[in-house]
């Protein structure tokens, strides 16, 4: 689905969805339009390729997807690969693929292709139509709106995360259940796929920052280097959680050792007790005539002397402090988030 908005000299916005309107838009001197499509098609990509002379590479890539964040320079246009966090997710912490967002900037017009609806273009639609005169302003302009639309969710993502790990941190000593741990490493997962989309996606507005394109104005540079430190922000955010994860992970794997320990303690005891009842039960049940259990008074001394052994020497191990349980091992994080490390508000 294809939609184009322009601003009318008027003031207000003229939206269509015909492709035929693109070609009388681009005529008019200075006009300034935006073009969305979403989900393309084969048919809509040719006929907007014709109409803004883009280079067939750019529109496979558009059709075929799987593209790394980037920035090329083309005849006339750049064209740039965003990554954007999913609208819709199964699990808030949780990211399986991320959403590529294709955007083509020339001197009149910015043109923005996903297969899927985007909350960042949704919010770009808003912005735009609550003030129609940035559509007046340079494509760049519109590209920084984009961007920051992009950025931001990174940072309520990683909020959600961060709130994740420290409640799987206090699990971690209270809970030795299985899934705990999987639950880490999906988290992890997550995580190194988005250190994959954020490591590329900070060199492209690090690159658009510098002022080396001619298509951008010399201000748009300054917008793009502020989205340019929320993502480096992010970055950070990432490796500090992949950080907190694997400590995390170890201190499962520890606590579930201390566990194993503590069990494997309480049955040595249990052992240790029974050892010499066995052995004075297995004495006196030896089948020689001359044992004295025709004795009514030697009987009840040997009975009591069995119930006395596991008294006294319960009372020797709690002595040696060997009943007590091990100190629990807790992973505990104060919420102490520098200035680098909130999102942008």
């Known amino acids: ?204 507005f690090n690159a658009l920052s510098r002022r080396d394109y001619p298509l951008l104005d010399h201000k748009v540079a300054l917008y793009m280097r502020d989205v340019y430190d929320h993502l480096v922000r992010a970055s950070e955010i990432v490796d500090a959680c992949r950080d907190l994860i694997a400590t995390t992970i170890e201190a499962y794997l520890m606590a579930t050792s201390n566990r194993l320990n503590d069990i494997m303690r309480q049955l040595t005891i249990i052992a240790t007790i029974f050892l010499p009842l066995g052995a004075i039960t297995g004495f006196f049940g030896m089948n020689f005539a001359h044992l004295p259990w025709n004795s009514p008074l030697f009987f009840v001394l040997t009975t009591l002397f069995i119930l006395a052994v596991p008294v006294v020497m319960l009372r020797y191990f709690r002595r040696w402090g060997w009943l007590e349980r091990e100190p629990s091992f807790v992973v505990t994080r104060e919420e102490n988030k520098g200035p680098g490390q909130q999102g942008p508000r």
């Not at 923005?112 to 940035?134: G, N, Q, Y």
């Open 1 to 204: 689905m294809i939609s184009a908005v322009r601003c009318r000299p008027d003031g207000s916005l003229e939206e269509t969805q015909a492709l035929a309107f693109l070609g009388p838009w681009l005529g008019e001197p200075e006009g300034r339009l935006w073009v969305d499509i979403c989900g393309p098609a084969l048919e809509e990509m040719e006929e907007v390729g014709r109409c803004f002379s883009f280079h067939p590479l750019t529109i496979e890539d558009c059709l075929h997807g799987g593209q790394r964040p980037k920035v090329e320079d083309y005849d006339g246009y750049l064209f740039v690969v965003l990554h954007a966090i999913p609208q819709r997710l199964e699990d808030p912490c949780v990211i399986d693929e991320l959403e590529e967002i294709y955007v083509f900037v020339t001197p009149r017009a910015l043109v923005t292709v996903h297969k899927r609806e985007s909350e960042s273009v949704a919010k770009l639609k808003d912005r735009i139509r609550k003030d129609p005169s940035r559509l007046t302003q340079p494509p760049g302009f519109l590209l920084h709106l984009l961007a920051d639309s992009v950025a931001d969710p990174f940072f309520m993502f990683l909020d959600r995360v961060e709130d994740e790990i420290d409640d799987l941190e206090a699990r971690v000593v209270s809970s030795g259940s299985p899934e705990i741990l999987e639950r880490l490493f999906a988290v992890k997962r997550s995580l190194i796929h988005l250190r994959k989309s954020l490591a590329p996606l900070r060199e492209v």
